[in-house]
């Protein structure tokens, strides 16, 4: 994959960060394992699964954990003062010049997340519920409807870009360009890669995909200013903030608004992925959906907690802390299973069956406590919107009995790659 190119293939993009953290192994039987041996587990227990962790080469150089339980991540996750993610500017924020909003603690995070957080709040995110729905419906659904038959995933890939990086405030009159940033987000997040063999070149890539992302924004960014900074996306909100007594200057909005776009539509994708290979996988499911739309969203939920698409999160210890009388001492690494947690018997019933049924509690999908998702009602919508209208532009949706079935797999960024369909 060519990063410098004005025509880097998404496709290619998004196969490559899904092969660099697909690992090796299956991460639900070994939780389930690891759950019965003990509540912890003293060492790099994300290490048998071969996939880069945040930590970037940290991992391994300091004393780690990893907790399984769900009482357990929960109280890592929230409590960002003695569980911290500073440390992520150094692995995978190295790619983002340090400054990523996963990398900030304290009042810093809390300042900037206050700048960000309303562009996604359910009340500016619903005003674009109209839009989102019209252009899923009409630029990409119902062109593809007389095929009877398509691989839904690049439908998954394609329409969450578009609507986020609207929502961002990029001009919609180009998908093209779409196309071209989400490409190096991609390649931003492939950077990371634990494969002596691949890290050169995905660095190498990286740093051609910083650079020219920066780019790109900037001249997005100063033409909004010129043109008055108006609107409730993300870069008209942040060009009219004030930050510490001050306006934000370009730089300042390029790099907050560069630090979200990994993450902008590549998680939305995976997800819709699980939820659509879950809904046509599951015996009656579709047709009780059909039937009854208000059950999308338990839908959407319950795909969050059965296949999260971020299968763990590593914290590091702020101070020495226990767990299950074993000592963690200031400095280590813990990695919260979130796999495990959103699996915990303790805590779910029947843990391992996909039930839309079941009565809702808290699951880690889109994390928890300070660090939870900024986007995570943006994604809601996006396949709330998503679903509906394939179940009502394609009757008769069925998996395609000539190609294979979608699997759900990877040790880390699940989700399935293909969702081969017909319908009538």
């Given at each position: 994959m060519s990063t410098d190119s004005d025509t880097i293939d998404l496709e290619s993009a998004?196969?490559?960060?899904?092969?660099?953290?697909?690992?090796?192994?299956?991460?639900?039987?070994?939780?389930?394992?690891?759950?019965?041996?003990?509540?912890?587990?003293?060492?790099?227990?994300?290490?048998?699964?071969?996939?880069?962790?945040?930590?970037?080469?940290?991992?391994?150089?300091?004393?780690?954990?990893?907790?399984?339980?769900?009482?357990?991540?929960?109280?890592?996750?929230?409590?960002?003062?003695?569980?911290?993610?500073?440390?992520?500017?150094?692995?995978?924020?190295?790619?983002?010049?340090?400054?990523?909003?996963?990398?900030?603690?304290?009042?810093?995070?809390?300042q900037v997340r206050a700048l960000l957080q309303p562009a996604f709040m359910p009340e500016t995110v619903n005003k674009w519920r109209d839009q989102i729905d019209a252009v899923i419906r009409k630029d990409f659904l119902e062109p593809l409807a007389g095929n009877k038959g398509a691989d839904l995933m690049k439908f998954g890939l394609e329409f969450?870009?578009?609507?986020?990086?609207?929502?961002?405030?990029?001009?919609?009159?180009?998908?093209?360009?779409?196309?071209?940033?989400?490409?190096?987000?991609?390649?931003?997040?492939?950077?990371?890669?634990?494969?002596p063999a691949k890290a050169d070149e995905a660095r190498r890539n990286a740093g051609i995909a910083v650079r020219l992302l920066y780019e790109?924004?900037?001249?997005?960014?100063?033409?909004?200013?010129?043109?008055?900074?108006?609107?409730?996306?993300?870069?008209?909100?942040?060009?009219?903030?004030?930050?510490?007594?001050?306006?934000?200057?370009?730089?300042?909005?390029?790099?907050?608004?560069?630090?979200?776009?990994?993450?902008?539509?590549?998680?939305?994708?995976?997800?819709?992925?699980?939820?659509?290979?879950?809904?046509?996988?599951?015996?009656?499911?579709?047709?009780?959906?059909?039937?009854?739309?208000?059950?999308?969203?338990?839908?959407?939920?319950?795909?969050?907690?059965?296949?999260?698409?971020?299968?763990?999160k590593v914290r590091e210890t702020a101070r020495e802390v226990q767990f299950h009388g074993v000592t963690i001492p200031k400095g280590a690494f813990v990695q919260c299973m979130v796999a495990s947690a959103n699996r915990d018997e303790e805590v779910f019933e029947r843990p391992d069956e996909f039930d839309i049924d079941r009565k809702p509690k808290p699951s880690f999908g889109f994390g928890f406590g300070p660090h939870m998702c900024i986007g995570q009602f943006v994604a809601k919508m996006e396949l709330n919107c998503a679903v509906n209208a394939i179940l009502d532009l394609f009757p008769g949706l069925r998996l395609d009995p000539a190609m294979p079935a979608p699997v759900i797999e990877g040790a880390q960024l699940r989700g399935a790659a293909h969702l081969h369909v017909l319908w009538d």
């Amino acid at each position: 994959m060519s990063t410098d190119s004005d025509t880097i293939d998404l496709e290619s993009a998004y196969t490559a960060v899904s092969d660099t953290y697909k690992g090796k192994g299956d991460i639900h039987a070994a939780c389930r394992a690891a759950r019965k041996a003990s509540p912890i587990f003293v060492g790099d227990f994300i290490r048998q699964f071969g996939v880069p962790t945040n930590a970037g080469m940290q991992q391994g150089t300091r004393p780690t954990f990893a907790l399984f339980r769900h009482q357990d991540v929960m109280a890592v996750l929230r409590d960002a003062s003695s569980y911290t993610s500073g440390f992520i500017a150094e692995g995978l924020g190295a790619f983002f010049d340090g400054l990523i909003i996963l990398a900030m603690d304290g009042e810093q995070h809390r300042q900037v997340r206050a700048l960000l957080q309303p562009a996604f709040m359910p009340e500016t995110v619903n005003k674009w519920r109209d839009q989102i729905d019209a252009v899923i419906r009409k630029d990409f659904l119902e062109p593809l409807a007389g095929n009877k038959g398509a691989d839904l995933m690049k439908f998954g890939l394609e329409f969450p870009i578009r609507e986020m990086y609207a929502l961002m405030g990029f001009p919609t009159d180009n998908p093209d360009a779409y196309r071209r940033y989400a490409g190096w987000a991609l390649a931003m997040v492939g950077g990371n890669q634990v494969d002596p063999a691949k890290a050169d070149e995905a660095r190498r890539n990286a740093g051609i995909a910083v650079r020219l992302l920066y780019e790109a924004i900037l001249e997005v960014v100063a033409q909004r200013r010129v043109d008055g900074s108006q609107g409730d996306d993300l870069i008209g909100r942040l060009l009219r903030a004030e930050h510490e007594g001050r306006r934000l200057d370009d730089h300042e909005v390029t790099t907050f608004v560069r630090s979200l776009l990994p993450a902008a539509g590549e998680t939305t994708t995976r997800t819709f992925s699980s939820v659509m290979a879950l809904l046509l996988t599951t015996p009656g499911l579709q047709e009780r959906v059909r039937a009854d739309r208000a059950l999308v969203p338990k839908l959407i939920d319950e795909a969050v907690r059965f296949e999260p698409v971020a299968t763990f999160k590593v914290r590091e210890t702020a101070r020495e802390v226990q767990f299950h009388g074993v000592t963690i001492p200031k400095g280590a690494f813990v990695q919260c299973m979130v796999a495990s947690a959103n699996r915990d018997e303790e805590v779910f019933e029947r843990p391992d069956e996909f039930d839309i049924d079941r009565k809702p509690k808290p699951s880690f999908g889109f994390g928890f406590g300070p660090h939870m998702c900024i986007g995570q009602f943006v994604a809601k919508m996006e396949l709330n919107c998503a679903v509906n209208a394939i179940l009502d532009l394609f009757p008769g949706l069925r998996l395609d009995p000539a190609m294979p079935a979608p699997v759900i797999e990877g040790a880390q960024l699940r989700g399935a790659a293909h969702l081969h369909v017909l319908w009538d």
